[in-house]
C-alpha cells in the first residue's frame, strides 16, 4: 500500500505478540493535517505522539518497534508493567 492511502485513514503501523503474552499494536491515523501515533499495550490505550509528516510518525514507529523487541527477552523474563512501556515509549526520542 502506498503512503498516499496511509494519508486517508487510519491504520496499523505494527503489531506485536511478544514472548510474555503482552500485545502491542501502533496505529497510526491522520487529523487535521499531523498524523498522529497511538501506542496500545494490551488492547489498551497507553499513549499518543503527533508528527507533522507522515514520514517521521512511521520512522518513529519503527524505532519504536525495534526497541520493543530487543526488550522482548527482558519483558519474557520479567513481564511488562505500565512503568516499563512507559519507559520504552519516551527512550524513542521525536524526530
Same mark, same amino acid.
Given at each position: 500500500m502506498s503512503n498516499a492511502a496511509h494519508t486517508?485513514?487510519?491504520? #496499523?503501523?505494527?503489531?506485536? #505478540?511478544?514472548?510474555?503474552? &503482552? #500485545?502491542?499494536?501502533?496505529?497510526?491515523?491522520?487529523?487535521?493535517?499531523?498524523?498522529?501515533v497511538t501506542?496500545?499495550?494490551?488492547?489498551?490505550?497507553?499513549?499518543?505522539?503527533?508528527?507533522?509528516?507522515?514520514? &517521521?510518525?512511521?520512522?518513529?514507529?519503527d524505532e519504536l518497534r525495534a526497541i520493543v523487541m530487543q526488550d522482548a527477552l527482558a519483558g519474557a523474563l520479567l513481564g511488562y508493567d505500565q512503568d516499563v512501556v512507559t519507559r520504552l515509549t519516551e527512550a524513542v526520542p521525536l524526530t
Open positions: 486517508r485513514q487510519p491504520y #496499523t503501523l505494527w503489531f506485536e #505478540t511478544l514472548p510474555s503474552n &503482552d #500485545t502491542a499494536r501502533l496505529a497510526i491515523s491522520p487529523q487535521s493535517g499531523r498524523f498522529h501506542l496500545y499495550w494490551n488492547q489498551e490505550h497507553h499513549s499518543e505522539r503527533s508528527f507533522s509528516t507522515l514520514e &517521521d510518525a512511521e520512522a518513529w514507529g
